[in-house]
């Protein structure tokens, strides 16, 4: 039986990683394709860690670098804002399944925003705060309704379980499982795996 919830490694930047995330039961290992950032990968280790049997997400940090730089990835993840026009083009051009990220930085009004981003043909939806997503839990946890709606930023072993509790079902985690940057820590991965699989939401 498939997982009720979609666990996203991010920031793989190796295959060995790759190779350990799929063998501890991560569901989508994310590449950043942006070489400014510390831990990114490459369209060949996207296409290595297909061939190896993994579900992966090309992360890119602008429209442009999407048309500039196609993979062969199974998700393309828009990690810049982004409109239902660029949406809709990109998944015209590569028909790939789309993951949207919103940065959430307390007010912004999320319930349009994610109807907007569905609508256009996005797949997933990414709420993410780079300072971290857990002290906004109680403005967003009506939106863990939606199952294909998750969270992102600085979410760690000590903040999973009570997310998972609240009943999201699609998490994101990069810098946590790392020992570091770019070189991910397999107790750590599989420690948090382990607690997310394990909570069963109570919402
Ligand atoms: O991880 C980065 O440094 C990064 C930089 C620029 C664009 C995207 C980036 N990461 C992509 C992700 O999806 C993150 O892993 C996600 O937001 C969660 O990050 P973390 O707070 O490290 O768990």
Request: glycine share 12%; net charge negative; proline share 4%.
């Given at each position: 039986m498939p997982n009720e919830e979609i666990v996203k490694i991010c920031g793989i930047a190796n295959l060995e990683d790759a190779s350990a995330a799929i063998d501890l039961g991560y569901d989508i290992m994310g590449v950043i394709l942006d070489t400014k950032v510390i831990r990114h990968g490459t369209v060949k280790l996207i296409e290595d860690i297909k061939n190896?049997?993994?579900t992966t997400a090309a992360v890119y940090t602008s429209f442009e670098s999407v048309k500039e730089n196609p993979s062969s990835a199974d998700y393309?993840?828009?990690?810049f804002s982004?409109?239902?026009k660029q949406i809709r083009d990109i998944k015209d051009e590569f028909g790939k399944k789309i993951i949207s990220v919103i940065t959430y930085a307390g007010k912004e009004n999320l319930d349009a925003s994610?109807?907007?981003k569905i609508s256009a043909g996005s797949d997933l939806v990414l709420i993410e705060s780079r300072?971290?997503?857990f002290k906004?839990?109680?403005n967003i946890v009506s939106l863990s309704e939606n199952s294909r709606v998750g969270v992102a930023g600085k979410i760690d072993l000590s903040n999973v379980s009570e997310i998972r509790r609240r009943g999201?079902?699609?998490i994101d985690a990069s810098r946590s499982?790392?020992?570091r940057p770019g070189k991910k820590d397999y107790s750590v991965m599989k420690e948090f795996i382990k607690s997310v699989r394990c909570i069963h939401a109570t919402v």
């Open positions: 190896i049997g993994g393309i993840q828009l990690h982004h409109s239902q994610i109807k907007e300072e971290g997503i906004y839990l109680p999201f079902r699609f499982l790392e020992i």
